[in-house]
C-alpha cells in the first residue's frame, strides 16, 4: 500500500513559480513510477509529468516541456514537480499518482495509486 499526500498548491500570479511536494508512505515507494496529473473544471484529467522509479527517464506533455520539472527523492519518499513560467491554462487541481510504468502513466492507464489533489490557481 502506498498512500500519497499532495502540499505546495495555492494562488501564484502568471510568470510566477510554484514548486509541488508528494509525500509517499510505504516502504515500497522507491519501486513505483510517478506522476503528476492535472484536472481543470469541464477538462479531462491528464497526465502532465512523469518520472521512473529511478529518476532516470522522464515524460511531459507538450505544454508544459521547458517550464516544468519532475523529480523525486526516494529517500524521503517525495516526488515533485517544480512549476515555472506558469500560465492561466496551469489553473487546475494537481495530483500526484504511482502506477506501472512510466509509459502507462504517461497515458493515464495503470494507476494503482492516487493523491487527492492539490488545488493550483494561476491569476493574471
Known amino acids: 500500500q502506498v498512500q500519497l499526500v499532495e502540499s505546495g498548491g495555492g494562488l501564484a500570479q502568471a510568470g510566477g513559480s510554484l514548486r509541488l511536494s508528494c509525500a509517499a508512505s510505504?516502504?515500497?515507494?522507491?519501486?513505483?513510477?510517478m506522476g503528476w496529473f492535472r484536472q481543470a473544471p469541464g477538462k479531462e484529467r491528464e497526465c502532465v509529468a512523469a518520472?521512473?522509479?529511478?529518476?532516470?527517464?522522464?515524460y511531459y506533455t507538450d505544454s508544459v516541456k521547458g517550464r516544468f520539472t519532475i523529480s523525486r527523492d526516494n529517500a524521503k519518499n517525495t516526488v515533485y514537480l517544480q512549476m515555472n513560467n506558469l500560465k492561466l491554462d496551469d489553473t487546475a487541481v494537481y495530483y500526484c499518482?504511482?502506477?506501472?510504468?512510466?509509459?502507462?502513466?504517461?497515458?493515464?492507464?495503470?494507476?494503482?495509486?492516487w493523491g487527492k489533489g492539490t488545488l493550483v490557481t494561476v491569476s493574471s
Open positions: 499518482a504511482a502506477g506501472a510504468t512510466l509509459g502507462l502513466i504517461a497515458i493515464g492507464a495503470s494507476v494503482d495509486y
Open positions: 510505504g516502504r515500497t515507494f522507491s519501486r513505483y513510477p
Open positions: 518520472i521512473s522509479w529511478n529518476g532516470g527517464s522522464t
